[in-house]
């Protein structure tokens, strides 16, 4: 079974900086794609990062020159920097694989806050 576990969310002033980890156990297979999502009360979840392959990446372009992902091996990371209130959400981990029909896992989700 597929387990998907985020860690590193919590409460931060704005300016400030947070890490996001994803970890990915259970499957035989390589999760191509792995990403970040993130949803704030009352909104749709959005994606805010994705790296596919290993290095190619893609960003919302509300996050761009602050975020930044990485992966290493089985774990993604996304890195939080000059954050701000509107920040303030859910942040949910993705992986999958490239396949057209294949299967999304998620984690539990890990709560981000950014005071103002």
């Known amino acids: 079974q597929v387990r998907v576990v985020e860690s590193g969310g919590g409460l931060v002033q704005a300016g400030g900086s947070l890490r996001l980890s994803c970890a990915v156990s259970?499957?035989?297979?390589?999760?191509?794609?792995m990403g970040w999502y993130r949803q704030a009360p009352g909104k749709q979840r959005e994606l805010v990062a994705s790296?596919?392959?290993?290095?190619n990446t893609n960003y919302a372009d509300s996050v761009k020159d602050r975020f930044t992902i990485s992966r290493d091996k089985n774990t993604v990371y996304l890195q939080m920097n000059s954050l701000k209130p509107e920040d303030t959400a859910v942040y949910y981990c993705?992986?999958?694989?490239?396949?057209?029909?294949?299967?999304?896992?998620w984690g539990q989700g890990t709560q981000v806050t950014v005071s103002s």
């Open positions: 790296i596919a392959d290993g290095s």
């Open positions: 993705n992986a999958r694989r490239a396949l057209a029909l294949a299967i999304p896992y």
């Open positions: 259970g499957s035989i297979f390589n999760m191509e794609i």
